[in-house]
């Protein structure tokens, strides 16, 4: 695997980086730490219909990139996120 001149993250810092673009919570890079993540498309809002297609994070600071397609929401997951807001403080 591994094109040339692509970087990747490693699969758990990708699976980490997927659960939180699913999970609606700041895309923070988990390999260098900052908020320089390209969502494509862009996530759209809460009452749009679920995304079908394939969705890409890239992050611009340290050039990795992940990408998933996203499932049908699981039902046995509260639509409510279970997750405190992030800017709490
Ligand atoms: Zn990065």
Redesign the pocket.
């Known amino acids: 695997m591994g094109r040339r001149g692509i970087k990747e993250f490693r699969a758990p810092e990708a699976l980490a980086l997927v659960a939180a673009d699913r999970d609606g919570k700041p895309l923070v890079?988990p390999?260098?730490?900052?908020e320089?993540i390209t969502r494509t498309p862009k996530r759209p809002s809460a009452s749009a219909p679920p995304e079908l297609g394939r969705i890409a994070l890239h992050?611009t600071?340290?050039?990795?990139s992940a990408a998933y397609l996203p499932r049908a929401p699981d039902p046995s997951r509260s639509p409510e996120s279970p997750y405190p807001p992030p800017d709490e403080s």
């Open positions: 890079c390999s260098c730490g900052t320089s992050c600071k340290c050039g990795r």
